[in-house]
């Protein structure tokens, strides 16, 4: 996605509408890798600017994706995601907070669609699930302060 300042300069150019409401959303999905919703957009941009409607983020969103400043990443659990990365990537999902990372494959996976004849094959997606290394280390010391009372308990007994 182009700069916030870019982009209200080719708004312009296009003669869209060209609102503080608009370039408040500019300035939220610049460099902006967490890969929000619009309902997530809409409650932060809320936050600064009261008033601001669901309808002008779709509309936002809809004309951003159609300059391609923005790509729609659908990882299977219903809510669309934008993506401000227009580069190659493909994501890895974290089955425990739902966040979504870019990740780079450096080579293309060799996928063939098998029963896919008469299909033509645009492009391979490929989402990897787990979990990050935030809800990993939560569950590092989630397992040690389980096992405190348990070893203050041990204590106590003897
Ligand atoms: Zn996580
Ligand atoms: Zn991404």
Not at 80 to 85: A, G, L, S
Not at 108 to 121: E, M, N, Q
């Amino acid at each position: 996605m182009r700069t916030p300042t870019e982009l209200a300069q080719v708004f312009r150019e296009k003669q869209l509408k060209l609102t503080p409401q608009r370039q408040l959303l500019f300035n939220l999905l610049h460099d902006n890798e967490s890969h929000p919703t619009a309902e997530s957009l809409f409650e932060i941009a809320s936050k600064q600017m009261p008033g601001i409607s669901l309808r002008t983020i779709y509309q936002t969103l809809g004309e951003l994706a159609e300059m391609k400043e923005l790509q729609l990443v659908d990882i299977g659990n219903g809510a669309t995601r934008f993506d401000p990365n227009m580069s190659e990537h493909q994501h890895f999902v974290c089955d425990s907070c739902g966040a979504i990372h870019d990740v780079d494959i450096t080579s293309a996976p060799k996928l063939r669609a098998g029963s896919a004849d008469g299909f033509a094959v645009e492009e391979i997606g490929v989402v990897f699930r787990g979990r990050c290394g935030r809800c990993n280390q939560g569950d590092q010391s989630r397992q040690t302060t389980k096992r405190s009372p348990g070893l203050q308990a041990k204590n106590k007994a003897s």
